[in-house]
């Protein structure tokens, strides 16, 4: 499996959001990318693609930004449709990477 560049991520994270209507700040996409660079090494290759199951807080921390950001990013990564997320508990959900969307 091979990623696509970080510019071509960039490009397709702004047309899924504007095709879903989201709003996607650039914060959003770094913070994708910084995951999925996790993922890619750390997750589990499922059917839709990548999953991984951090807390948010890990995920803020990992990508160096604030609970409420990475919560704001997750919910407009998810409503552009490039993440899956499957709530398990009030902290704990399982995040999948769409690999139609990252791979080359």
Request: proline share 0%; glycine share 2%; charged share 30%.
């Amino acid at each position: 499996m091979k990623r696509i560049t970080n510019n071509d991520l960039f490009k397709r994270l702004q047309k899924a959001a504007n095709d879903n209507e989201v709003t996607l700040t650039y914060s959003s996409k770094i913070f994708y990318i910084r995951i999925l660079d996790y993922a890619l090494t750390h997750g589990e290759d499922t059917d839709e693609g990548i999953s991984i199951d951090l807390s948010v807080k890990k995920m803020a921390e990992m990508s160096d930004i604030s609970d409420r950001m990475a919560e704001k990013a997750l919910k407009a990564l998810s409503e552009s449709g490039v993440i899956l997320r499957n709530k398990v508990s009030t902290r704990l959900a399982f995040t999948v990477f769409v690999r139609s969307f990252y791979e080359a």
